[in-house]
């Protein structure tokens, strides 16, 4: 069982910038792919960005390509999500989550584990 703690979250105007962190509760960290996937209010969950085990594979949605860079540590089993030039569009419940199986995919049902969620607000 992997335990996944966001943090990060807050409030900031457009055009501001946040950064995620999520830390893992396993030592074999190391081998999982992660992801972030965001929930706004009344849409389903979408995928937001993707690593692989080794850092050096990394895969974003399109609303967030070249604004949000997705890095990790596995020295301290924490991954981070950079957001830059936030949109209001950008305002959801941010999720963290682990794929034991390193595929670093788009798809939720690959993530076997998750955080509890970190809200990010961008005001207008």
């Known amino acids: 069982q992997v335990q996944l703690v966001e943090s990060g979250g807050g409030l900031v105007q457009a055009g501001g910038s946040l950064r995620l962190s999520c830390t893992a509760s396993k030592r074999t960290f190391s081998n999982y792919a992660m992801g972030w996937f965001r929930q706004a209010p009344g849409k389903e969950r979408e995928f937001v960005a993707a690593?692989?085990?080794?850092?050096?594979?990394?895969a974003y949605a399109d609303s967030v390509k070249g604004r949000f860079t997705f890095s990790r540590d596995n020295t301290k089993n924490t991954v981070y999500l950079q957001m830059n030039s936030l949109k209001p569009e950008d305002t959801a419940v941010y999720y963290c989550?682990?794929?034991?199986w390193g595929l670093g995919s788009r798809v939720l049902d690959d993530y076997d584990y998750w955080g509890q969620g970190t809200q990010v607000t961008v005001s207008s």
């Open positions: 690593i692989r085990w080794s850092g050096g594979n990394t």
């Open positions: 989550a682990a794929d034991p």
